[in-house]
């Protein structure tokens, strides 16, 4: 009897380890259509180009350098990239639903009035990453790097986070209700007007806030160590 394997190889690249440019994505594009198949890129490199308003619904991207590069407006839903790097790279109004990011450096990148339903980042770099105005409903990330990110008022109602570092980070009028805390960081995070009612940070680093950030956690359930350390931050001592 043969044996047979469930594991699904990865599919071949259909373009390896060339720099494509927006003409050559362009022509690439067309003969995908007619193919009836999505496009597979890996060890490409697109730094610099404008893609803006592109087709590339479906694609796969793996080992990719795109830093700097326009995704403006460009449909990406149901994309995949893996293990990419793109700072700065510019994905304002781009359709990216069931998009999936895995290990990806994205540093200082530009999501505003992105469409990222559904889509998910796990095990990436987002530090300084702007998601102004973002379509987010069902947006997921997990172990990922949102140090200095701008993510106002976004919601994380009822959800669980799991090692989501937000140090720095711009979470004012952020929705973490009923949110549980795996892992993670908000320390030196902008909290004004965020809610915490009944959620779980126990496992989360809490450290450097003020004053007037604590009454933010009101109703929020914290460790008797985080207790203790958020009083020293306010200047009180534990006797």
Not at 22 to 43: C, D, H, W, Y
Request: charged residues 25%; proline residues 1%; contains cysteine.
């Amino acid at each position: 009897m043969t044996n047979t394997n469930d594991t699904m190889a990865p599919a071949r690249a259909d373009v390896l380890d060339e720099t494509i440019s927006r003409k050559q994505m362009s022509a690439l594009i067309t003969n995908a259509t007619q193919a009836g198949k999505p496009l597979v890129f890996e060890g490409c490199d697109f730094e610099g180009e404008d893609l803006s308003r592109l087709d590339m619904r479906g694609f796969e991207f793996r080992n990719c350098t795109f830093p700097e590069t326009t995704w403006y407006a460009a449909i990406l839903s149901q994309s995949i990239w893996t293990r990419c790097r793109g700072r700065q790279a510019n994905f304002e109004a781009a359709e990216l639903i069931d998009a999936q990011f895995e290990r990806c450096d994205l540093n200082n990148t530009n999501w505003r009035r992105a469409k990222l339903a559904c889509a998910s980042y796990k095990g990436c770099k987002l530090t300084g990453a702007s998601f102004e105005e973002a379509a987010y409903l069902a947006l997921s990330f997990e172990d990922t790097l949102l140090v200095g990110a701008d993510l106002r008022k976004m919601s994380f109602r009822k959800m669980r986070l799991q090692q989501l570092d937000f140090s720095d980070a711009d979470l004012s009028g952020c929705d973490f209700r009923e949110t549980v805390f795996e892992g993670g960081s908000l320390r030196d995070a902008h909290l004004k007007s965020a809610r915490f009612d009944g959620a779980d940070l126990r496992d989360a680093d809490i450290g450097g806030l003020k004053l007037l950030d604590a009454k933010l956690f009101r109703g929020a359930t914290i460790s008797h160590q985080q207790a203790a350390e958020l009083l020293g931050e306010l200047g009180l001592t534990v006797a």
